[in-house]
Structure formats: structure tokens, C-alpha cells
């Protein structure tokens, strides 16, 4: 029962906030519950994927660690999730707003990382608590930030009208949270002892600047619902 409610109320409390951030045209709860089970889904497929890379892993020191980051986790995780969230948000009738694509992103991420949390939480019962505070202060964030990245561009891609800036959008859709889980999880890997600075450094970076990406989204939805207002007066 511990277990259980270290794993997941830290997933909830975000789901809720995720949830609750979106004030004025709020998507369909079944719709988000949708991404987030696609989430739990593809965590099982990146799992197997990942094993078949880390068999395969010819790689020592530094570039072991550049391969593990980038390939393994980066790559893996991020291409995984841009594919499910590219094909099934082009289908979404709900989808009229750009920041509708952050919200299928981060419920997609979120499900993703519920079965992260099962598995590294309950992987050493001596550490658990550890871990799960940990991952609820830095993993779980981490994986957020990810996420409302993809979800900018998803939707940058999605209501660009001009097809080079639209294939532009797409591939930074991808490319750009690749990078950014690549280096999260390097800078974790290395073991030296100044490196708590620049990854302090990194997250405060990463958060400011994807927590902008997310504002800029809620304004733009707040414009939209006050504009309709404004013209159903008329």
C-alpha cells in the first residue's frame, strides 16, 4: 500500500495540475486519460526496445555514457512518444488550440513515467523512499518539461500554414526533446563532484524555458475564449 501511494501520488498531483492549468477550453478528461494510457503502453515498448540496444552497447566510458543518454534513453523515449503523439493528435476533432498539444503530450509523458516510477521505485525496497522523492522532484518534472516541448511544436506544426516551416516544426518536434532528455540523463551519469552545479544549472534553464513555452499556449487560450466571448455578445 506504501509503495503504491509513493508511486503514484506524486503522478497525480502533477496530473492535476497539468489539468487544472488549462482554464478556458478544457479538454475532455476521457480524451486526456486516452494519451495517458498510450503512455503506459509505449513504456512497455521502450523497455524492450532499450534491453535490445543496452545487448547491443559496444561502448565504453565517455562515449558509453554519450550512447546510453542520447540513443538508449533520449532517442528511444522521445521518438516513441513524438510518433504516438504525431498520429493520434492528428486525428483529435477536439485539437483546436495549440495548447490542446501540450496537454496530449505531458498526459502522454505522464503514463510513460507512471511505469518508470513502479519500476525503479520498487526496484531496491531499502531506497524507496529515496527514489520516489527523487523522481517526484526531478524525474517526474524532467519528463513534463520534455513533454511541453514536443507539445509546442506538435502544435506549431499542426496550425503552421506554410509547409516548410510545417515540416521545420515537426522534425524540432523531435529532435529538441531528444537533446534535452540526452543531456539530463548524461549530466546525471557523470561522476564528478562539481557536476551538481551545472545540473542545478540545467533544470532551472530547462524549467524557465519550457514554462514559458506552456504560458505562452495558456494566453493564446485565454485570447481565443475571451475573443469568442466577445463575438457571441455581438
Not at 523497455?47 to 535490445?52: C, G, L, N, Q
Not at 522532484?137 to 506544426?157: N, R, V
Not at 499542426?158 to 516551416?165: D, L, R, T
Request: with cysteine; charged share 20%.
Amino acid at each position: 500500500m506504501l509503495a503504491f501511494l509513493i508511486t503514484f501520488l506524486p503522478i497525480i498531483s502533477f496530473i492535476l495540475w497539468v489539468y487544472y492549468k488549462d482554464k478556458y477550453n478544457r479538454e475532455n478528461i476521457s480524451i486526456l486519460l486516452k494519451y495517458f494510457i498510450l503512455g503506459i503502453i509505449l513504456s512497455f515498448f521502450a523497455i524492450i526496445i532499450e534491453k535490445f540496444l543496452i545487448d547491443r552497447n559496444i561502448f565504453e566510458d565517455d562515449t558509453n555514457l554519450i550512447y546510453t543518454a542520447f540513443v538508449i534513453a533520449g532517442c528511444t523515449e522521445e521518438i516513441l512518444k513524438g510518433l504516438v503523439l504525431y498520429i493520434f493528435s492528428k486525428k483529435e476533432d477536439s485539437y483546436d488550440e495549440k495548447l490542446d498539444g501540450i496537454m496530449y503530450s505531458v498526459f502522454l509523458s505522464l503514463g510513460f513515467a507512471t511505469v518508470e516510477n513502479l519500476i525503479h521505485i520498487n526496484y531496491d525496497s531499502k531506497m524507496i523512499f529515496q527514489v520516489a522523492f527523487i523522481r517526484a522532484i526531478i524525474s517526474i518534472p524532467a519528463h513534463i518539461m520534455f513533454a511541453i516541448t514536443m507539445g509546442y511544436y506538435i502544435s506549431k506544426y499542426k496550425f503552421e500554414k506554410n509547409i516548410a516551416k510545417k515540416r521545420q516544426n515537426l522534425i524540432l518536434a523531435f529532435l529538441i526533446p531528444i537533446l534535452l532528455h540526452g543531456t539530463f540523463d548524461f549530466i546525471l551519469m557523470i561522476q564528478y563532484k562539481w557536476i551538481i552545479i551545472v545540473f542545478i544549472i540545467y533544470i532551472i534553464i530547462l524549467a524557465t524555458i519550457n514554462l514559458n513555452k506552456f504560458n505562452k499556449y495558456m494566453l493564446y487560450s485565454k485570447k481565443r475564449f475571451f475573443d469568442r466571448l466577445k463575438h457571441g455578445r455581438k
